[in-house]
């Protein structure tokens, strides 16, 4: 069965601190690894990775991926406010092609 | 539409009653999917539409769940005689195909209460 762990479960920062949230996965037939931003009830999509080493950015926002650790961080720099969310990461089985989700990192920034 | 609407966004529900709860996808997108999301945990897979075949229900929990998709635009999934640990947010997501580069949206859910 496909398993997703995020760490940590949640994480309280001051606005302005930077913010480093893991995933781990174990997928069988990996071809991707997605990470959403939630906040109140729909996941928002904010990177796709599908290759080893190569940081996609978005803003502050920055993820990589390390298909021999089996594992992908995301980044966020100058963290404000509106950061605040539960952020999910997935990975995708192209043999069955579905996602299988974390359970999700709390993000709360303190102004 | 311009994205994935979601109705009711809140449900209560005595334990025994029978619930609906209804998915409208973008426009053109043939993929459709539901999770079912408990509190303080990632969504999980329920079930998953191409058009208006159910390719996947491998995710519903217990034959109580049913979900259909007649002409391969809106979606329902319907929860006989709920019961407590039904309790959790629906999302509903679209996508023009089933590669995930193709990009799922998601709509906000229905937050369903067995009470």
């Known amino acids: 069965e496909d398993k997703v762990v995020q760490s940590p479960l949640s994480l309280v920062v001051h606005e302005g601190d930077t913010v480093t949230l893991n995933c781990s996965y174990e997928?069988?037939?990996?071809?991707?690894l997605l990470w959403y931003k939630q906040e109140k009830k729909a996941p928002t999509f904010l990177f796709m990775l599908?290759?080893?080493?190569i940081e996609k950015k978005s803003g502050r926002l920055s993820s990589i991926l390390d298909k021999k650790e089996l594992s992908s961080i995301l980044n966020i720099t100058a963290t404000q406010t509106g950061d605040s969310a539960i952020y999910l990461c997935?990975?995708?089985?192209?043999?069955?092609?579905?996602?299988?989700f974390g359970t999700g990192t709390r993000l709360t920034i303190i102004p | 539409g311009a994205g994935v609407s979601q109705s009711p966004r809140y449900k209560v529900a005595k334990r025994g009653q029978d619930v609906a709860l209804r998915c409208d996808p973008i426009?053109?997108?043939?993929?459709l999917f539901w999770y079912q999301q408990a509190l303080g945990q990632g969504p999980e897979f329920l079930t998953y539409?191409?058009?208006?075949?159910?390719?996947?229900k491998s995710g519903l929990p217990s034959d109580r769940f049913f979900a259909e998709r007649p002409e391969g635009s809106v979606s329902t999934l319907k929860i006989q005689r709920t019961q407590q640990e039904d309790s959790a947010v629906y999302l509903c997501?679209?996508?023009?195909?089933?590669?995930?580069?193709?990009?799922?949206?998601f709509g906000s859910g229905t937050r369903l209460t067995v009470v």
């Open positions: 539409f191409q058009n208006e075949a159910q390719l996947d």
């Open positions: 997501a679209s996508s023009l195909a089933q590669r995930e580069d193709y990009g799922y949206t």
């Open positions: 599908t290759s080893s080493g």
């Open positions: 997928v069988t037939n990996f071809r991707s």
């Open positions: 426009s053109g997108h043939v993929s």
């Open positions: 997935a990975g995708f089985n192209f043999g069955n092609e579905k996602l299988t």
